[in-house]
């Protein structure tokens, strides 16, 4: 069985810093890229960032750039969303997702396989 749990959501403040994690099981970390996605009240599911299997390449919406890093610990089977300078803007759900081997890193929400079940971000003014 895959599971991808996300945590370390929140409530912080314009400006603020979170840090999300999300714990994969049930399936070989390694052969995955992973990504992360949010979607706010109303709106469509939308890419954030992306990571090849080993780390080394990543990818970021241009709304999010600069100010959010994904990373990747193998050993742990864990991805990491550090968000700085956040903005009301960026209040959401966030999830996590699989994307088995890929040719390249994915955009779109429909190449990944499998999905966490999300955990919430508000960022207040």
């Known amino acids: 069985q895959v599971q991808l749990v996300e945590s370390g959501g929140g409530l912080v403040q314009a400006g603020g810093s979170l840090r999300l994690s999300c714990a994969a099981s049930g399936l070989t970390f390694t052969k995955y890229a992973m990504g992360w996605f949010r979607q706010a009240p109303g709106k469509e599911r939308e890419f954030v960032a992306s990571i090849s299997l080993s780390g080394v390449t990543t990818d970021y919406a241009d709304s999010v750039k600069g100010r959010f890093t994904i990373s990747r610990d193998n050993a742990k089977n864990t991805v990491y969303l550090q968000m700085n300078s956040l903005k009301p803007e960026d209040t959401a759900v966030y999830y996590c997702?699989?994307?088995?081997?890929?040719?390249?890193?994915?955009?779109?929400?429909?190449?990944?396989?499998?999905w966490g079940q999300g955990t919430q971000v508000t960022v207040s003014s």
């Open positions: 997702a699989a994307d088995f081997v890929p040719v390249r890193l994915s955009t779109s929400a429909n190449t990944y396989e499998y």
